[in-house]
């Protein structure tokens, strides 16, 4: 179970000097590879989907969302991450679960350029063409009524 939001608020603030140090080395660690990034969005439920209606937990901030890979509908947060090849988590961002993983893209790749590859959850041409302004060539899997592109 949760904790509730004023013992989860301190608890984050008491990481924040930690989670600064591990960037700040993960950083100097990851210098000189590649510049291929992954991309996913992952559900973070506060509660049951049917209490929804009725938790006080991060009401006005949490929002009802839909796993397409679980096939079904949540209450709670989408979790946004970008990971290098090697798996070193590179930025992570928390949205209410109604924002897209799209959207909500722009904010955790800006500042990175290169390959970033995602699931299917990240098609669209202009989505695209917005990020290769980026600096940021997207590559997903296509939907099997799709046909590949020849230049992607």
Same mark, same amino acid.
């Given at each position: ?12 603030? %008491?990481?924040?000097?930690?989670? %600064?140090?591990?960037? @700040?080395?993960? @950083?100097? /660690?990851?210098? %000189?590879?590649?510049?291929? $990034?992954?991309?996913?969005? /992952? ?7 049917? @209490? ?38 590179? @930025? ?5 679960? $109604?924002?897209? &993983? ?23 041409? &202009? ?9 940021? /060539? ?15």
């Amino acid at each position: 179970m949760l904790p509730s939001q004023s013992q989860l608020s301190k608890q984050i603030d %008491g990481l924040w000097p930690v989670l %600064g140090t591990l960037q @700040r080395q993960q @950083r100097s /660690f990851t210098l %000189g590879l590649s510049n291929t $990034n992954l991309i996913d969005g /992952f559900p973070v439920a506060t509660c049951r989907y049917a @209490r929804a209606t009725r938790a006080k937990s991060f009401k006005g901030e949490a929002w009802f969302g839909y796993c397409a890979s679980q096939k079904e509908h949540y209450f709670g947060f989408t979790g946004h991450l970008v990971t290098t090849e090697h798996g070193f988590i590179v @930025r992570c961002i928390m949205t209410p679960a $109604n924002i897209s &993983e799209r959207d909500a893209s722009f904010e955790v790749l800006q500042g990175l350029n290169g390959l970033c590859i995602g699931d299917k959850g990240y098609l669209g041409e &202009e989505y695209w063409k917005a990020l290769y302004h980026m600096g940021i /060539f997207m590559k997903t899997p296509y939907r099997s009524n799709m046909k590949p592109d020849p230049i992607r």
